[in-house]
């Protein structure tokens, strides 16, 4: 079998898209997607994304991680899967697409993409660190120095002995201004720190502004992989109008022969 693939990154959160427009992928095959998504024996990759047609949406977007299980909302991917429409010549400058959690809405410009995330109703107070689920559920844990975390053990244990088998990503957050927060997450299903996340990086904007640390409703989020733009409306605890914005860019492209 010969898969024709395009491999994308938002701010080095890197995907392999695949146009599946006419069926021909087996989704259940978790072992060839994780082969796929492998660094050392296959394209490398955070995930892997099929972009099929859908009856009420220019499109739909199927996530799977790296282990090659379906996941939550990727709103990095979302965000490479819009350019990837785009580029296809599905969507023009503003498109409506079915995810895993639903409808979202998004527009493009010169590489830049902003997307709708869902609104969020719940963030919960854990011993001075937060939760909440942006499409993804999502652990904020505020730090003096980023840099100086063990994401890959610190993240894992929180991962796995705060939330159970079922997990949440982990953030680790650094405020540099009022509007500013550096970050590093620990995802689950990559099980090891990305260059970035969107679900994380607009959890952690949303977090910060229900912890006071910013009254800003629009944040600048620095990961190692770039930075994103979050802005939101809040009104009494309900934040709605959330977009999460910042570039999609394609690597490369190529085809895939299996053994």
């Known amino acids: 079998m010969v898969i024709n693939f395009v491999k994308y990154q938002g701010t080095g959160n890197d995907f392999v898209l695949i146009d599946h427009r006419q069926p021909f992928f087996n989704k259940e095959d978790a072992e060839l997607i994780a082969q796929l998504c492998n660094r050392r024996f296959g394209i490398g990759a955070d995930g892997l994304i099929l972009l099929e047609e859908h009856p009420e949406a220019d499109f739909e977007m199927v996530y799977f991680n790296a282990d090659g299980n379906p996941s939550s909302m990727c709103g990095n991917g979302g965000r490479c899967t819009v350019h990837y429409a785009h580029s296809l010549g599905m969507i023009g400058a503003q498109t409506r697409f079915m995810a895993v959690d639903g409808?979202?809405?998004?527009?493009?410009?010169?590489?830049?993409?902003?997307?709708q995330m869902g609104d969020v109703d719940t963030i919960t107070d854990k011993d001075g660190a937060y939760f909440l689920d942006t499409g993804s559920p999502h652990h904020i844990q505020l730090c003096k120095a980023v840099q100086q975390v063990n994401v890959q053990q610190d993240g894992a244990d929180i991962r796995y002995n705060t939330y159970g088998t079922a997990g949440a990503n982990v953030n680790f957050?650094?405020?540099?201004s009022a509007d500013h927060f550096k970050v590093r997450t620990y995802e689950r299903g990559?099980?090891?720190?990305?260059?970035?996340?969107?679900?994380?990086v607009t959890a952690v904007a949303l977090a910060m502004f229900h912890a006071g640390k910013t009254s800003a409703?629009?944040?600048?989020?620095s990961t190692p992989g770039g930075e994103l733009q979050i802005s939101f409306t809040e009104q009494e605890g309900r934040y709605s109008d959330v977009i999460l914005a910042g570039p999609a860019t394609p690597v490369y492209q190529g085809q895939w022969t299996s053994n």
């Open 190 to 200: 990559v099980e090891a720190e990305t260059y970035s996340c969107g679900t994380g």
């Open 103 to 115: 409808i979202h809405k998004a527009t493009i410009e010169d590489g830049w993409v902003a997307l």
């Open 173 to 176: 957050v650094e405020p540099v």
């Open 217 to 221: 409703n629009t944040v600048k989020i």
